[in-house]
């Protein structure tokens, strides 16, 4: 007992020191020996330890194990198969989804202006024969399908022999194009004909190679939305193959002369193989290039199936025309072409954008057996005339006011003022039968008259006739056959010159006509009219009373083969029908034994009426038949532009209405007239206009009426000292008293200029 209290304050017992032992070994597990009195509690070490050894492993993981923990210096650096083929699939995925979203974004685009750009052509009156083409681009769009297959099939052998079968786009042709461009090589491209056809028809993007990529995907989408006919038929109507020609019917046309449908397989295979340079190796700047690629086409062609051997062998290199590079307004067709444009514009409401690039077929009125007669006629004046002459012809088709033959020059390119339709001449004595037409409307009749002396002083003015020869009284008709100045000068004060200007613009002058003033004396003739203002206004008098608007245009058909203009024919009644029949005989005596027998050569009734102005500046000749009216003008101009007296030459000392403007005329109706029936005009019997029972009977007139000199028989005579003319027998009856007396509304000015027939 004494041992165990003595020591309960020291050491410990052997039985404390067990328990102790025994505790300790439970709560701190060692491997080995050691002192442990200084340690930590055992409870908290190994916590600790498993916790951060948990969390260590955890802060240090990354989503990309590169580079590769674990590996060597060198291995760590590449990537693992797991890595690759990740990779690869993501790549896939991101191609795949970017190709979906551009295929759904990229739209295909409206068809370029350019590429729909076609030619317009316009025709004779036959609507066959082309008279010239309106156009920024030579281009016929023709219908493919009427084509042979080999002559698209040769156009495929040579540019995409994979067309009939791809989708659009040649995957194996663009990794050849893009190893060869990485390698240096020459630049190439792997365009389909689908991608060429996309960059023709709708838009260009090829400049980079986004662009290409723009267009890969538009030619898959047409690929799948249009058959590879259309497709192969769109590309031949818009590709360019040289000479100026875009597509395939242009370029048939310019290198063999003929439409695409009649190609043969030979010249198939040479536009085909000339498609990549067709300047270059045009056969007419380079004929053995041209061969060459010929022999090629032929040789895919035939290794393609498209055609057999037989007709392989058969191939010869064709031949080609001459390239003609004529102008379009070149020539006395310049001057035509120009008025069919500006009608277009003026009648049609056509643009000349539209004109240009909308395939128009355009038909004119245009006669090409009259039109080649007209240019004849005048190119056969006779040598030695002023180089400043000028001549003009219209040749209206009376029922309708369609122009059959117009000359306006011999070359729009060196001469772009129309001689008929832009310049302006005096009218002469062409103007007096619209006071003959005045005052028949006004009550008058064809055995009214005047005094045709001369010289004659009328309201303070002297007038003279042509030669200042003297007639006795005469009537309408006398008046009109010999052109007597001092007659008509007195019918048109007694009418009012304003009364006869009214005829003429009804007939069809122009109301703002330079020269169209008030005075007496306008009745020779002061106004300047253009030719073609002329041949309207007697055209309506050949319509016995009818006007029609004079015109070019027969009718424009569309591209798609609806008629898109055409003009009225109609016409509206001017006159009364009795009125014309009597103006109409009347000037029938101009050509029976007035100023116009040359027109008697016809050998059928014309009306017609001579025409001189002042000093000889203008000398015209208008006559009609019931079915044509023809204007014909000689003027001259000096250096700056302004009028000048003709100079005379040839077998005429002067030049006056009844010479060489005859002449053109005679020799151009001979022609004109040749294919048509001789018709009358209209038995002035059975619609004159007879006021009153002072009409007369036609014999009576006829008898009034003898032969005397005319205007321009007298040509030679002195002015001075005039032959007398044998004198007509007086009229039947004394002149009317049922005209009406006019002084003009202004009198003319002191000092005026005479006035001459």
Partial sequence: MADTSANGGGRPTGRRLADAARSSSTRTPRSGGGRTARRRPATSAPARSR?????????????????????????????????????????????????????????????????????????????????????????????????????????????????????????????????????????????????????????????????????????????????????????????????????????????FGHPASEMTIAESALLAGILPAPSAWDPAIDPEQAASRFERVLDLMLEDGHITQAEHDAAVMPETIANDDAEVYGGPNGYLLQMVRAELQADAGLSAEQIDTGGYTIVTTIDKTKQDAAVAAVANLPEGHSENLRAALVSIDSATGGIVALYGGSDYLTNQVNAATDAVAQAGSTFKPFALVAALENGDTLVNGYSGASPMEIDGNTFRNFGNVSYPWSNLIRMTAYSINTSYVQ????????????????????????????????????????????????????????????????????????????????????????????????????????????????????????????????????????????????????????????????????????????????????????????VSFPDRTEGSYNRGG????????????????????????????????????????EPSQSVPTRQPEQEPTAGSTQATG
């Fill in 51 to 255: 916790g951060t050894a948990a969390r260590r492993p955890q802060g240090r993981r990354r989503l990309i194990n590169y580079p590769r923990a674990g590996k060597g210096p060198v291995m760590r650096w590449l990537p693992g198969w797991r890595f690759l083929l990740g990779s690869f699939l993501l790549l896939v995925a991101a191609l795949a989804t970017g190709f979906i979203v551009a295929y759904s974004v990229i739209k295909v685009p409206e068809p370029s202006e350019f590429a729909q750009a076609q030619s317009t052509s316009v025709y004779y009156a036959d609507g066959v024969t082309e008279m010239g083409t309106f156009a920024e681009v030579d281009r016929t769009i023709i219908d493919t399908t009427t084509l042979p297959q080999y002559v698209g099939n040769a156009v495929v052998a040579s540019e995409d022999r994979t067309f009939w079968t791809n989708s659009g786009v040649d995957p194996k042709g663009i990794v050849r194009a893009l190893w060869n461009n990485l390698r240096g090589g020459a630049t190439q491209g792997a365009s389909t004909l689908t991608q060429q056809y996309i960059k023709n028809y709708y838009v260009d993007t090829t400049s980079s190679y986004v662009g290409k990529f723009q267009q890969a995907i538009m030619a898959i989408k047409i690929d799948r939305e249009l058959p590879k006919e259309q497709i192969l038929g769109s590309y031949l109507n818009t590709v360019y193959f040289g000479r100026g020609a875009y597509g395939i019917e242009a370029a048939s046309q310019a290198f």
């Fill in 694 to 733: 002072l009409y007369g009977t036609a014999q009576s007139i006829e008898e009034a009426t003898t032969p005397a000199p005319t205007e321009e028989s007298t040509a030679t005579q002195s002015a001075e000292a005039p032959t007398e003319p044998q004198q007509p027998a007086q009229p039947a009856q």
């Fill in 491 to 678: 019918l048109n004060r007694d009418l009012g010159a304003e009364v006869t200007n009214e005829v003429a613009v009804r007939a069809g002058y122009p109301s703002d006509t330079i020269g169209l003033d008030s005075y007496a004396q306008n009745v020779l003739g002061s106004a300047s009219p253009h030719t073609i203002d002329i041949a309207t206004a007697f055209a309506t008098f050949s319509a016995q009373g009818v006007r029609h608007d004079t015109h070019i245009v027969a009718s424009v058909t569309n591209s798609a083969g609806s008629v898109a203009y055409q003009p009225s024919t109609n016409g509206e009644r001017v006159f009364d029908q009795g009125v014309m029949a009597d103006a109409t005989y009347a000037m029938q005596k101009v050509v029976e034994y007035g100023s116009g027998t040359t027109a008697l050569a016809l050998g059928r009734p014309v009306a017609a009426k001579t025409g001189s102005s002042s000093d000889n500046k203008s000398a015209q000749f208008v006559g009609y038949t019931p079915q044509i009216t023809t204007a014909v003008t000689l003027y001259q101009t000096g250096a700056d532009g302004s009028e000048e007296s003709i100079t005379p030459w040839g077998e005429y000392d002067e030049i006056t209405g009844s010479t060489y403007p005859a002449d053109i005329f005679t020799e151009y109706m001979a022609t004109a007239l040749a294919d048509l029936p001789v």
